[in-house]
């Protein structure tokens, strides 16, 4: 059993099918020399849900580092394994990775099996009835949900041939991160669950103020597999907030789905006609970025929300649409560099729903946030944190200034703190005439 995105134990088909096939069960980790492109944040996530992986299967898990096309083959040899168990991976670089491990395994006559996936609903399977791929959100959840899912199942019961007596490399070196991570492994997952799961009837109220704890802050533990979807939405009931959180893990189904159809959506837009749109990467739009990076725009409510990205590898849903609507529409840079600088630090960072959420607020993806509708910093800060309350934890330099008006551009401030780089109607028009240009040159 190869561990990827899975790195649990209950509720795990490829497991299951691994300790039905044989007697004893190897299992592994490969540390893919392909990390190293990862953040710290997350690969230190990873290191430490490993090391509660490890615990929970008595210390058998056994590290190889290396190509897989190289280890994984390798290791099957050692120990007599002619079938290779994996959960389906669906991101561009895992697709390609399993094809050159199957191709491998095959040479040396083993057999790679894919058995289930990270997703209620596979990637590629919710299609309208003609076969093609919904564009649009709405329709596609809606067959999600009457395309259904199994129920979740338990802990496997599994005989584990692993370290000492197969031989081990060491665990992943855990890079040095400032960020204050969240709890890591399957038990710490299932706990916050547990805790979050008698407040989901009011998640349609609460999921947009970020200086409340009402999201359930499980996008780390869906992104390592420390729990599977169907988990949670087996917990869910028909109600208003549990239908809206049922909604939220279907985005995440829907975008993994968008980039399993066109990978190259990754880092390209999805929609090409916007490729002709005017973005600036010139030396004062590295600068622009330097300061929207370190959250020193002016803009309290961008500021807060760059700065909790940076201690703690999570930022709130709300404010991860407002700061990337400013860094493309107020700040004309291309979303990719926003992208980019989300995947370095989120814990979460997960290729499709990072992708797209991006191309979602930039116009470019599923269109659903047409580009016209521009986010206004200052009215949504004053909407969704009307107190103040989440600008004042992250932006100490504002803590003396009470009530809503800590997001007023025109107050005064503290020396300590940026007048606005920008000013979000000016930018705002020059976005407008930007997109023009795109829309009448198109047609
Ligand atoms: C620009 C941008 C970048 C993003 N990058 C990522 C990313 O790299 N990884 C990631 O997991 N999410 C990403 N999101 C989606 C969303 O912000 C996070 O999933 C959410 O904030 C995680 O907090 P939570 O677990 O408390 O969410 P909850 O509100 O509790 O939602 C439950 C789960 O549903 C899923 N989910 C919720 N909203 C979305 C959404 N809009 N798109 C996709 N899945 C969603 C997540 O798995 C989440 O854990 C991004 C959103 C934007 C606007």
């Not at 299967?57 to 190289?70: E, F």
């Not at 000492?164 to 710490?188: H, Q, S, W, Y």
């Not at 869906?222 to 893990?249: K, V």
């Not at 930022?315 to 990337?324: C, E, I, S, T």
């Amino acid at each position: 059993m190869w561990f990827r995105r899975d790195l649990r134990l209950a509720d795990l088909p490829a497991l299951q099918a691994a300790a039905a096939e044989g007697r004893r069960v190897v299992p592994l980790f490969v540390v893919d020399p392909a990390f190293e492109r990862s953040g710290h944040p997350r690969r230190a996530f990873m290191a430490d849900c490993l090391r509660a992986l490890d615990e929970s299967m008595g210390g058998s898990l056994v590290y190889r580092h290396g190509d897989p096309a190289q280890v994984v083959p390798a290791l099957a040899a050692e120990v007599g394994a002619l079938d290779v168990f994996v959960t389906r991976d669906y991101g561009p670089y895992g697709r390609a990775r399993d094809a050159a491990v199957g191709a491998a395994l095959g040479r040396a006559g083993a057999r790679l099996h894919g058995i289930g996936t990270p997703y209620a609903v596979p990637p590629g399977d919710v299609n309208k009835a003609d076969g093609t791929a919904y564009a649009v959100f709405t329709p596609f959840s809606k067959m999600w949900r009457a395309h259904g899912w199994g129920a979740p199942s338990g802990t496997t019961d599994v005989e584990w041939f692993g370290a000492p007596d197969v031989p081990c490399d060491g665990p992943p070196a855990r890079p040095a991160t400032n960020a204050v991570l969240p709890a890591a492994g399957e038990r710490a997952a299932h706990r916050r669950w547990d805790e979050f799961l008698p407040a989901v009837g009011d998640y349609r109220d609460v999921r947009n103020l970020p200086a409340s704890d009402g999201t359930s802050r499980l996008s780390a533990a869906l992104r390592w597999g420390l729990l599977h979807p169907r988990q949670l939405l087996a917990d869910l009931l028909p109600q208003p907030g549990h239908d809206t959180f049922a909604s939220e893990l279907a985005w995440r189904e829907f975008y993994a789905d968008v980039l399993f159809r066109r990978p190259d959506s990754a880092s390209s837009n999805l929609n090409a006609r916007m490729a002709a749109m005017a973005v600036d990467t010139d030396a004062a739009a590295h600068e622009r970025f330097r300061r929207w990076a370190a959250g020193t725009t002016g803009y309290p409510i961008v500021d807060a929300g760059m700065r909790q990205l940076a201690a703690s590898g999570w930022m709130h849903n709300r404010v991860r649409m407002l700061v990337a609507s400013f860094l493309v529409k107020d700040l004309h840079l291309p979303w990719q560099w926003g992208a980019r600088h989300f995947m370095r630090h989120l814990v979460d960072g997960d290729l499709a729903s990072n992708s797209h959420g991006w191309q979602w607020t930039a116009g470019t993806g599923t269109d659903a946030a047409p580009y016209f509708r521009i986010f206004n910093p200052t009215t949504q800060a004053l909407r969704f944190d009307p107190d103040g309350d989440y600008v004042r934890t992250w932006v100490p330099e504002l803590a003396g200034i009470a009530g809503g008006a800590v997001h007023e551009p025109g107050a005064r401030r503290p020396p300590d703190y940026p007048q606005p780089m920008v000013d979000h109607a000016v930018e705002r028009d020059e976005a407008l005439h930007r997109y023009r240009q795109v829309s009448v040159g198109s047609r």
